[in-house]
T-cell receptor, first 115, second 111 residues
Framework: DTGVSQDPRHKITKRGQNVTFRCDPI?????LYWYRQTLGQGPEFLTY????????KSRLLSDRFSAERPKGSFSTLEIQRTEQGDSAMYLC?????????????FGEGSRLTVL | DAKTTQPPSMDCAEGRAANLPCNHS???????VYWYRQIHSQGPQYIIH???NNETNEMASLIITEDRKSSTLILPHATLRDTAVYYC????????????FGTGTQLKVEL
């Protein structure tokens, strides 16, 4: 069990560029979550998948954001036309479907800096 | 999900017990209390959760009041590695196990 992996760990980009983050969940986990965290704040929920189906999206997920999980395994989060306000840590988490008391396992995050 | 209230920061001497309080006065009967922590520059880490009864695991103990309106996370012998932000979260059943984080308590363990 290698845990939840995220790539890249750090990304610096210029405003207006597109960026993509990848998340590889724990292999037997069928639920995958994306969160965003800015300095001094707790993580904010963005979206989650059960297998390949995207079941919930936060209002924080603007039209410039898109997340996919095409085969129910890894997931990508793309941000188009980045803005300075997108600078944040993007966290991925996964969980099993183990009833209502399942815990979430988080990766170490992908830190985005938009110049 | 019910809102929680935590002190923004706490200090604790190494080797002493750290008692982190959380108020969740609007908790409903089907909501669990979860605790996570986040060490600097890492993702959050699950600690413990409970519904009504007190719980204990290798990391911590969770004490939930009888009316369930508040809880306390206890780290029995805090070490420097326990310095982190601790989040108390209440969550309904279902809903994809989604967690709603607040701003948590910054615990600083000192020598």
């Amino acid at each position: 069990d290698t845990g939840v992996s995220q790539d890249p760990r750090h990304k610096i980009t210029k405003r207006g560029q597109n960026v993509t983050f990848r998340c590889d969940p724990i292999s037997e986990h069928n639920r995958l979550y994306w969160y965003r965290q800015t300095l001094g704040q707790g993580p904010e929920f963005l979206t989650y998948f059960q297998n390949e189906a995207q079941l919930e999206k936060s209002r924080l997920l603007s039209d410039r954001f898109s997340a996919e999980r095409p085969k129910g395994s890894f997931s990508t989060l793309e941000i188009q036309r980045t803005e300075q306000g997108d600078s944040a840590m993007y966290l991925c988490a996964s969980s099993s479907r183990g009833g209502d008391t399942g815990e979430l396992f988080f990766g170490e995050g992908s830190r985005l800096t938009v110049l | 999900d019910a809102k929680t209230t935590q002190p923004p920061s706490m200090d604790c001497a190494e080797g002493r017990a750290a008692n982190l309080p959380c108020n969740h006065s609007t908790i409903s009967g089907n909501e669990y209390v979860y605790w996570y922590r986040q060490i600097h520059s890492q993702g959050p880490q699950y600690i413990i959760h409970g519904l009504k009864n007190n719980e204990t695991n290798e990391m911590a103990s969770l004490i939930i009041t009888e009316d369930r309106k508040s809880s306390t996370l206890i780290l029995p012998h805090a070490t420097l590695r326990d310095t982190a932000v601790y989040y108390c979260i209440v969550r309904t059943t279902g809903g994809g196990n989604k967690l709603t984080f607040g701003t948590g308590t910054q615990l600083k363990v000192e020598l």
